[in-house]
């Protein structure tokens, strides 16, 4: 069998690896001059530097056994455990350990973040009438707590933790898809009564509590960045890899394909791990019924600005700080202390500072120079912490966009995506996935892209 994979991002690449010994021909195309899509780690003079993905959750044992089987264990590393901050109204203050998402089962925790009118809302909810909620539904997270709590949580806390995973503002996500132990716990409230949020995440609380400690880090890396892992993964996949080579249509031939942009070859099967716009684009000649249901899927643009400093003096002693949506006079959204965060990298001296700009539906990633995104990311830095990064010896900057960085996992988006799996199965040697089809974390995207690559 002749096998195409469009896109060598994590996902196309972790494809080409599960048919390593399928006795199948594996051609990956990948339309930039480099491998790894959303990963990418950029050589900066003190050490290889992550500017995409820099952690994966560690509590997924799928992953962290799949790294051991490509012969990465010994590359895991573990964050500091420092805490971090959220910036609200000129001030920097502790982010709540509590909750789920940032949502949180009362105003205990949360009472410095919010005002004394909007800690007694939440503390009120358990006595309003329940949730309308139907088993199995979905709903908009910022809508959802809004309604519940009020718009302070939802702006000073939730969203900005949120859109550190998704770029996008809880009023951009569904519940079900982004945090998905909420949705399964109010199904299970609702089979036996009223719905409350506060109940809800105080059950989650509580089971979490219960949990065996001693499990390690919630959250791991890779020593020397990401690349360790998509240059593993092509390696071993033994597949022929072509870069600078874009795909820019699939064309039906006999029981076959053929690409436009590839080898001259019939491919048996053809795996689309490309970002859903482009997938729509790929599919609309030979399943165009299948490209318009994947057409609602949007993508949100976003921005890092990698910065190294000689002097650390005056960084904060945290991981990071988030930026409350909604702040005026600061463009950021957020920042990563990374050689607080990661021990490996505070080894190397200096400090490394990750700035993090855009949200769905902000420009900023399209419209702003690269010498402006510096200069915010400075200006931004000096602002909410003190830290005078001119100052402190500006010795390295990469700026990396990423257009389209992420798929937005609206309410609607579970139900785009299981249209398209079953439009998919009348469409014979066809198959997605990526970080639209299964989740977008690292271990989301190797998980299914390893389902999809053993279907037959
Ligand atoms: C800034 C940022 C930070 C992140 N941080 C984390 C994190 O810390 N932890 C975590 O778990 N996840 C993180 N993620 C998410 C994670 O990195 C991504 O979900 C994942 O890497 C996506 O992999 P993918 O293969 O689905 O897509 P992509 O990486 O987008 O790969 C798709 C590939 O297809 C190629 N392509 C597109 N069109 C064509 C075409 N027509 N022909 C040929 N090739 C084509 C692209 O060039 C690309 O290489 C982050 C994402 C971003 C953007």
């Known amino acids: 069998m002749n096998i195409a994979i469009i896109g060598a991002g994590l996902a196309g690449l972790t494809c080409a690896y599960e048919l390593r010994n399928s006795g199948h021909a594996v051609d990956v195309y990948e339309a930039t001059e480099r491998i790894g899509g959303k990963l990418h780690t ?134 079900r898809a982004t945090i998905p132990q909420l949705a399964e716990e109010f199904d299970r409230l609702a089979s036996a009564g009223p719905v409350h949020l506060s109940a809800a995440v105080r059950n989650l609380e509580q089971a979490r509590a219960e949990l065996p400690t001693g499990q390690g880090a919630v959250f791991n890396s890779f020593r020397d960045g990401y690349q360790e892992l998509y240059e593993a993964l092509a390696e071993k996949s033994g597949a022929n890899i072509y870069v600078d080579a874009f795909i820019s249509g699939i064309a039906k031939e006999g029981e076959g394909y053929r690409l436009n942009g590839g080898e001259d070859e019939v491919y048996d099967r053809v795996i689309l791990a490309v970002p859903a716009p482009t997938a729509a684009l790929l599919l609309k000649k030979v399943a165009p019924d299948v490209a318009e249901a994947v057409a609602p899927v949007k993508l949100a643009d976003s921005v890092v600005v990698g910065m190294r400093f000689a002097d650390d003096t005056g960084l904060p002693d945290n991981s990071g700080i988030l930026v409350a949506a909604g702040t005026e006079n600061v463009t950021a959204k957020a920042f990563t202390f990374s050689s607080r965060k990661w021990p490996h990298l505070a080894e190397r001296g200096g400090a490394l500072v990750r700035a993090s700009f855009g949200r769905f539906g902000d420009t900023i990633a399209v419209r702003a120079s690269e010498d402006d995104l510096v200069d915010w990311a400075l200006d931004d830095l000096l602002t909410i912490t003190g830290f005078d990064g001119r100052a402190a010896g500006l010795e390295e900057i990469y700026v990396q966009r990423w257009f389209g960085g992420l798929p937005r996992y609206d309410e609607t988006h579970l139900a785009t995506v299981a249209k398209v799996s079953a439009l998919l199965r009348a469409v014979p040697g066809i198959d997605v996935t990526g970080a639209w089809v299964g989740g977008v974390g690292v271990p989301a995207v190797i998980a299914n892209a390893r389902e999809v690559a053993r279907r037959k």
């Open 42 to 175: 950029v050589a900066f003079a003190a050490g290889p530097t992550d500017m995409g993905a820099e952690a994966f959750i560690a509590r997924r044992h799928d992953a962290v056994d799949f790294f051991t089987e490509l012969g990465l264990a010994g590359s895991l590393v573990e964050p500091s455990g420092l805490g971090s901050l959220v910036y609200i109204d000129g001030e920097t203050r502790p982010l709540p350990r509590g909750g789920i998402m940032g949502v949180p089962s009362s105003s205990v925790g949360v009472a410095h973040l919010v005002s004394p009118e909007a800690a007694s809302l939440i503390d009120a909810e358990s006595d309003a009438p329940g949730i309308d909620w139907e088993i199995g539904g979905d709903v908009n997270v910022g809508k959802l707590v809004r309604e519940r709590y009020g718009d302070e949580i939802v702006d000073h806390v939730v969203s900005a933790l949120l859109g550190g995973v998704y770029s996008c503002t809880a009023d951009d996500l569904g519940l």
